[in-house]
T-cell receptor, first 112, second 114 residues
Framework: GENVEQHPSTLSVQEGDSAVIKCTYSDSASNYFPWYKQELGKRPQLIIDIRSNVGEKKDQRIAVTLNKTAKHFSLHITETQPEDSAVYFCAAFSGSARQLTFGSGTQLTVLP | DAGVIQSPRHEVTEMGQEVTLRCKPISGHDYLFWYRQTMMRGLELLIYFNNNVPIDDSGMPEDRFSAKMPNASFSTLKIQPSEPRDSAVYFC????????????FGDGTRLSIL
């Protein structure tokens, strides 16, 4: 089945700096890659997603890049703010398993 | 749009008791997913339904777990008998048209088995 690895597990940045979280996947048939933000005690919320026919997608301060050859994708947050502090999960949809497999999460802390 | 609604939000019960978790998906969504979240194992898919039919239950840990979807607006996840290792946050999510479409999560049920 699909295996998704996410790095780093924790990340601290100064307010205003950029944050980058990276994920790798194993199933070359995977074609959908969402990112979720989960605040403490809350539900995971979809913040951005990308499909395999696109290399990059941007939504205001958030962008995601996908390298299908290397089988990795990354989340980029620019001009970070304290409210960006949360756990971020990447996920990959495996066409063979037909389910989302989640990474282990990154605890992002934005220091004021 | 009310979003995915789960109940109860918190459940504390003693080992051996039956536990029933409930979920109402977003109206019009034809896929419903049950996930379990723990510190050790992260977010795991337990089972998902399409048009009320279970499609993949390979993530259900054992026979103590069962899930039903009697109609398009209601699903249950049942644990009988419950064990302390079942303690986790259980999330329900729904999506429209396919599994690889945005999945919207409910607020979860925090389950503690004593």
């Amino acid at each position: 089945g699909e295996n998704v690895e996410q790095h780093p597990s924790t990340l601290s940045v100064q307010e205003g700096d950029s944050a980058v979280i990276k994920c790798t996947y194993s199933d070359s048939a995977s074609n959908y890659f969402p990112w979720y933000k989960q605040e403490l005690g809350k539900r995971p919320q979809l913040i951005i997603d990308i499909r395999s026919n696109v290399g990059e997608k941007k939504d205001q301060r958030i962008a995601v890049t996908l390298n299908k050859t290397a089988k990795h994708f990354s989340l980029h947050i620019t001009e970070t703010q304290p409210e960006d502090s949360a756990v971020y999960f990447c996920a990959a949809f495996s066409g063979s398993a037909r389910q989302l497999t989640f990474g282990s999460g990154t605890q992002l802390t934005v220091l004021p | 749009d009310a979003g995915v609604i789960q109940s109860p939000r918190h459940e504390v019960t003693e080992m051996g008791q039956e536990v029933t978790l409930r979920c109402k998906p977003i109206s019009g969504h034809d896929y419903l997913f049950w996930y379990r979240q723990t510190m050790m194992r992260g977010l795991e898919l337990l089972i998902y339904f399409n048009n009320n039919v279970p499609i993949d239950d390979s993530g259900m840990p054992e026979d103590r777990f069962s899930a039903k979807m009697p109609n398009a607006s209601f699903s249950t996840l049942k644990i009988q008998p419950s064990e302390p290792r079942d303690s986790a946050v259980y999330f329900c999510a729904s999506s429209n048209r396919d599994v690889n479409q945005p999945q919207h999560f409910g607020d979860g049920t925090r389950l503690s088995i004593l």
